[in-house]
């Protein structure tokens, strides 16, 4: 679930809210009842639950799977990741 944060228009005051995507956008300033906007941010990325895979093997052209060598051009023209 995503958090939003929000900007009062009356008072300037900020403060962040766990929503989901679905869920209509908070209008009303829960310290002085003023109108908010949500602001536009730049996230930290997904957050998925879970661990997250992670390989020591490198990877041909970043695709996954063996490399093809070490510098070795792979058939699209990209190298392998050693």
Do not use: W
């Amino acid at each position: 679930m995503p958090a939003y944060e929000y900007q009062c228009d009356a008072c300037a005051g900020r403060f962040e809210q766990r929503q989901k995507m679905s869920d209509a956008a908070i209008e009303i300033c829960p310290q002085c009842g003023g109108r908010v906007k949500r602001l536009i941010s730049g996230g930290a990325g997904a957050i998925t639950k879970g661990s997250s895979h992670h390989s020591d093997a490198p990877s041909p052209c970043g695709a996954g799977g063996p490399c093809c060598g070490q510098n070795a051009a792979c058939a699209n023209g990209m190298f392998c990741e050693n």
